[in-house]
C-alpha cells in the first residue's frame, strides 16, 4: 500500500498536471466553466480511488469494473462534445497512470509521461502546424454568375460581401422562381481561433444583396 506521504505527493502532483491541463490549456480555448468542475472532481476522485486498487489483490478485476461503469455513464442533460469527451478521457486515464507509476517509485517515468501529455495537448489546441479550411452555405440571389463563364466574378463578388477571403465555392441547389442559389464557400479559418465562427455568422448577416435582401447563412 502507498505511504502516507507518497500518496500526499502524488495527489499534489495529480492535481498540479490536471490543473495545467485544464486551467491553461482547455478553459483558454473553449471558455466552458461547466466542465471545469468535472475535469478536476473526476480527476481526484479517480486518483485516491486508483491508489487504493494498485495494493489490493483485486485490483485488476475492480480497474476493469471501474472502467466499466465509466463507459456506461452519460450526461443527461446534454450531449458531452467530442472534445470534452476526449480531454475527459484523458482527465480519467493520467490518475490511472501515476497511482500505478506512484506506487511502483518509477517518478521519472511519472515526470516524462505526464510532460508529454501537456506538452501534446498544448500543441493540439494551438493547432501548430495545422491549417484548417472552414465552410459556410449562404444563399445567393445573384443567379446571373453562377454560370461557369462568371466563376471569377461571382468568387470576387463572394469576397467583397462576406469580407472572406473564399478559395472555392460549390453551387448548390437553384431556384429560378426566386432568383436564389445555394452555394457553399471555402476559406482558411481566420486568425481569431475559438470566437471564429461567431463572427463569421454575424459578418454574414450583414451582407445584403443588390435587390435589398439579406444575403444569410442557410
Known sequence: ???????????????????????????????????????????TAIYFVMSVLTSSEISVGVGFGLFGLFSLLRYRTETMPTREMTYLFIIIALPVLNSILIGNAEWLSLLLANTAVIITLFILEREW????????????????????EN???????????????????????????????EIKI????????????????KELEKVVGENGRKTKPF
Open 151 to 181: 466563376h471569377d466574378l461571382l468568387l470576387a463578388d463572394l469576397r467583397h460581401r462576406t469580407g472572406l477571403p473564399v478559395k472555392r465555392l460549390e453551387v448548390g441547389q437553384i431556384n429560378f422562381l426566386r432568383d436564389s442559389a
Open 129 to 148: 502546424g495545422f491549417q484548417y479550411e472552414l465552410s459556410q452555405t449562404v444563399t445567393y440571389e445573384r443567379i446571373e454568375l453562377i454560370k461557369p
Open 1 to 43: 500500500m502507498l505511504s502516507t506521504t507518497n500518496l500526499l505527493i502524488g495527489f499534489i502532483f495529480n492535481l498540479l498536471v490536471a490543473v495545467v491541463i485544464v486551467r491553461f490549456i482547455y478553459f483558454p480555448a473553449k471558455q466552458n466553466k461547466n466542465y471545469v468542475f468535472t475535469f478536476l472532481a473526476f480527476n
Open 186 to 201: 471555402y476559406y482558411d479559418e481566420p486568425a481569431t481561433g475559438g470566437t471564429a465562427l461567431n463572427w463569421i455568422d
